[in-house]
């Protein structure tokens, strides 16, 4: 089989795998089947182990002797966590984007926030944290570091399952609206080219401790 097919495989079962988990049908420390997953996908079992000590490395997965892989979950310490490297990551590359975005870059940021707010308005979340995704990559990946971006891009997949979905509709309606409004201002900064306010308000507002609790899962 020639390598790059090979990878493409993997890539498709990593990918099915990590929805799986996304849509909350594989469950905190349940096992994951090699072959059911082979099975299902109609690949062979070296894909899929290659795909699981993937998820493994990056902290999805855990590797238990005697009995493979279960999914590890992802609690409020965890997300905490995360959100202390993420914030001032996230921030740094607003910073240095700041000045690379186009006019059209930042009419696209404008347009992202108005999309979500149509879907919150619509109850969409799912299209809601697509949206979302894509507003914060639209600057991250324009700030110009590819280390810096690909570090995000990591940080980010522990992100992967939309536990917060699950809340009460209530409450998930006002964190959202209390989400697209810091994406409104962030829009409205990155107008003014003002980097180093960009970097302190997605630093320690937007990616604030007082928010890991809702990603975590």
Same mark, same amino acid.
């Given at each position: 089989?020639? #390598?790059?097919?090979?990878?493409?495989?993997?890539?498709?079962?990593?990918?099915?795998?990590?929805?799986?988990?996304?849509?909350?049908?594989?469950?905190?420390?349940?096992?994951?089947?090699?072959?059911?997953?082979?099975?299902?996908?109609?690949?062979?079992?070296?894909?899929?182990?290659?795909?699981?000590?993937?998820?493994?490395?990056?902290?999805?997965?855990?590797?238990?002797?005697?009995?493979?892989?279960?999914?590890?979950?992802?609690?409020?310490?965890?997300?905490?966590?995360?959100?202390?490297?993420?914030?001032?990551?996230?921030?740094?590359?607003?910073?240095?984007?700041?000045?690379?975005?186009?006019?059209?870059?930042?009419?696209?940021?404008?347009?992202?926030?108005?999309?979500? #707010?149509?879907?919150?308005?619509?109850?969409?979340?799912?299209?809601?944290?697509?949206?979302?995704?894509?507003?914060?990559?639209?600057?991250?990946?324009?700030?110009?570091?590819?280390?810096?971006?690909?570090?995000?891009?990591?940080?980010?997949?522990?992100?992967?399952?939309?536990?917060?979905?699950?809340?009460?509709?209530?409450?998930?309606?006002?964190?959202?609206?209390?989400?697209?409004?810091?994406?409104?201002?962030?829009?409205?900064?990155?107008?003014?080219?003002?980097?180093?306010?960009?970097?302190?308000?997605?630093?320690?507002?937007?990616?604030?401790?007082?928010?890991?609790?809702?990603?975590?899962?």
């Amino acid at each position: 089989m020639p #390598q790059d097919r090979y990878l493409s495989l993997k890539d498709h079962v990593y990918a099915h795998i990590a929805n799986l988990i996304n849509k909350g049908m594989l469950s905190e420390f349940e096992h994951i089947s090699e072959q059911s997953i082979a099975d299902a996908l109609s690949v062979s079992r070296t894909p899929v182990r290659e795909a699981l000590m993937q998820l493994s490395d990056e902290g999805y997965l855990e590797r238990v002797p005697r009995k493979g892989f279960v999914v590890r979950g992802f609690d409020e310490s965890a997300a905490r966590e995360v959100f202390e490297i993420l914030g001032p990551l996230d921030g740094r590359a607003a910073l240095l984007a700041a000045g690379r975005m186009s006019d059209n870059d930042i009419a696209q940021l404008s347009f992202l926030c108005n999309s979500m #707010q149509l879907a919150i308005n619509s109850g969409l979340y799912d299209r809601y944290d697509d949206l979302q995704r894509e507003f914060h990559q639209t600057y991250v990946l324009k700030c110009g570091n590819s280390r810096l971006s690909n570090y995000i891009e990591e940080l980010n997949r522990f992100f992967m399952k939309r536990a917060y979905l699950q809340e009460d509709p209530e409450v998930l309606e006002a964190n959202a609206r209390k989400a697209n409004k810091e994406h409104a201002h962030i829009v409205a900064l990155f107008k003014k080219r003002d980097g180093s306010d960009l970097q302190k308000y997605i630093r320690d507002v937007h990616w604030s401790l007082d928010n890991a609790k809702y990603l975590s899962w």
